[in-house]
């Protein structure tokens, strides 16, 4: 009876230091990705008395749980997060850091650190990563007398080919999206980005009202009328789905579209986003979504392993090059320089890198994000002249930093 007690004892324990060696993590989306499953069980493998417990919360939902139950004295080890946030978690000392190596900074292309960084330290592992890029229909060009193969390359090109196109065919010559909707803020820092423009410096003073940025909110003025009638109805999926029925001639968009476009019947062409006047090269806003450790799981250090490892480069380019997700790879690497060769029109959301800048972090994001899409909707419906709007938006948002 004793040696039955004493291994039921035994048992508990065993238990209880298993829990102990879990590293729970909000996983975003509808399912576990299988490449993620995999490398998983591989990492359990080689880490014995270690077990990944993901938890698989909607993207609608997930950060604010992350968030809520850090804030609660209850965190997960790890969460799939927005890089945007990450300021936000740190100052509020939620996250712990997760410095990175020299080495391991320059495996990814330019700025992609930028992006999960803050006062010279990294919070985050990056995980995923989206670009744009100019998509056309080249069939809409024809039928406005425009050469199919000679995409705009200036926004006065981008501007004179989408007049044209309205007032030759009837169909709006580029896709605007000023929903109330996040991707509205990211679309229009498409154009700031294409022309050297920034929202804060290195020491985050806040630098939206500028003349680079100035010349972006003019020329988003300026397209208007050759766009989709009520663009503040449409986010950037929607926009996206109207040209892929051949209904607009020009959108901004990343790899989910080449993706999408080989079920169509469209002739369609893709290229590096449109420069304004003061471009030094092709740009596009970084956006990168991380894995951040949180403060108080007591499993710290493990999670920050195995955060690196799911993320290095082997796992990392096989879940993104897999299926539809419409990421652009994080690194450079014979197989990516393999893609391009095979499916050229990586190429142009790849090069856009080179001249791009991160989400600005912000304190409060949401605060900043709000700011931003009001301005771009005053200007758009004609509430506000650009310089107006920008004073308005810089003022406002020297609050969030």
């Not at 065993?14 to 576990?32: F, M, N, T």
């Amino acid at each position: 009876m004793a040696l039955a007690l004493l291994g039921s004892t035994a048992l508990t324990v065993v238990k209880a230091e298993a829990a102990d060696q879990e590293i729970s993590w909000i996983y975003c989306g509808d399912k576990l990705d299988d490449i993620h499953a995999k490398y998983i069980k591989q990492w359990e493998e080689k880490n014995t008395g270690w077990k990944i417990t993901p938890e698989v919360v909607g993207w609608a939902q997930c950060q604010d749980k992350a968030t809520t139950l850090a804030a609660a004295g209850t965190p997960v080890a790890m969460a799939y997060v927005g890089s945007r946030t990450l300021k936000e978690f740190a100052q509020n000392d939620l996250i712990v850091e997760v410095p990175m190596t020299d080495e391991e900074k320059k495996a990814y292309y330019p700025h992609i650190v930028d992006t999960v960084t803050f006062d010279g330290t990294q919070w985050g592992v990056p995980i995923a990563f989206s670009t744009k890029a100019l998509y056309w229909n080249k069939d809409l060009f024809k039928q406005a007398g425009l050469d199919p193969e000679k995409p705009p390359k200036t926004w006065d090109e981008e501007i004179e080919y989408a007049k044209i196109i309205k007032e030759k065919t009837g169909i709006p010559g580029f896709g605007l999206s000023a929903k109330t909707f996040d991707n509205t803020m990211h679309q229009f820092m498409h154009w700031v980005y294409t022309n050297n423009g920034t929202v804060t410096d290195a020491e985050g003073k806040i630098t939206l009202d500028s003349p680079e940025v100035l010349k972006a909110l003019e020329a988003y003025k300026s397209i208007v009328p050759y766009s989709e009638e009520g663009p503040t109805a449409y986010e950037q999926n929607e926009v996206r789905a109207i040209f892929l029925d051949g209904k607009v001639a020009m959108i901004q968009a990343g790899s989910g579209a080449a993706y999408r476009l080989k079920d169509t019947k469209i002739d369609w062409g893709i290229t590096t986003l449109p420069l304004g006047p003061q471009a030094k090269g092709p740009g596009t806003l970084l956006i990168t979504d991380s894995l951040a450790i949180f403060k108080g799981s007591g499993v710290e250090d493990k999670a920050i392993e195995f955060a690196k490892f799911i993320t290095s480069p082997g796992p990392q380019e096989e879940y993104e090059l897999n299926g539809e997700s419409g990421l652009t790879p994080l690194r450079p690497s014979p197989n990516i320089d393999k893609l391009v060769t095979e499916k050229p029109y990586w190429k142009p959301l790849i090069d856009g890198i080179s001249y791009g800048g991160p989400e600005p972090l912000f304190t409060d994001y949401k605060g900043f994000q709000n700011s931003m899409i009001a301005m771009v909707q005053s200007v758009v419906t004609g509430q506000a002249q650009p310089a107006d709007a920008l004073k308005k938006a810089a003022g406002e948002i020297e609050a969030f930093k």
